[in-house]
């Protein structure tokens, strides 16, 4: 077990000065590939890939395959213009009126709030609507509700059955109709 360390020792002094120099000279090289290289090589690929993405998105812009994104402010804007004006909050509610009939549900006499939240400024027409119809009709109404209108929020739904014979439900649709006030 001598003998190697002797050899390794015997050829280190061999060497000399300029063979040391060399050799730490190798490490620094090494040290500098595996620390300073390598990690930039792999932030050049990711811009190259970068690069290909962001040209093909701008390709896809070009023929009107894709839409371009929003400024931030923008989506606010964007989310407001899809929002009924408070002005047709009667309108709204007269198509709550249409597809209640159009399922054939009694709609009783409701109750009507209207708020302004004072951080978005957007107006809040909060709707109670005593219902009276069988169970298929009310989810069709429901249903149809959200897809007609998706600026209404259901905030409670309460059907009860007198007995539990009755296919006829009895109960309430606590609503919000949002309305932007712009």
């Not at 590939?33 to 050049?44: G, T």
Request: glycine share 6%; with cysteine; charged share 20%.
């Amino acid at each position: 077990m001598n003998i190697p360390k002797l050899i390794l020792q015997e050829q280190w002094q061999r060497l000399g000065r300029p063979g040391w120099v060399g050799c730490l000279l190798l490490l620094l090289a090494i040290g500098y590939c595996a620390l300073v290289l390598l990690p930039q090589r792999q932030h050049l690929a990711g811009l190259e890939l970068r690069t290909t993405q962001a040209v093909a998105y701008r390709l896809r812009l070009d023929q009107g395959l894709d839409l371009p994104v929003a400024a931030p402010g923008q989506q606010v804007d964007d989310f407001y213009q899809t929002l009924p004006a408070q002005l047709d909050a009667t309108a709204a509610i007269d198509r709550i009126y249409a597809l209640a009939n159009k399922e054939r549900i009694a709609l009783s006499r409701g109750e009507y709030a209207l708020g302004v939240d004072p951080k978005t400024q957007l107006a809040r027409y909060q709707i109670v609507l005593p219902v009276s119809g069988s169970y298929p009709q009310l989810r069709r109404f429901l249903h149809g509700l959200l897809a007609e209108l998706p600026a209404v929020v259901l905030e409670e739904v309460d059907f009860r059955r007198k007995q539990i014979a009755d296919t006829q439900l009895e109960g309430r649709i606590r609503m919000t109709l949002y309305l932007s006030r712009l």
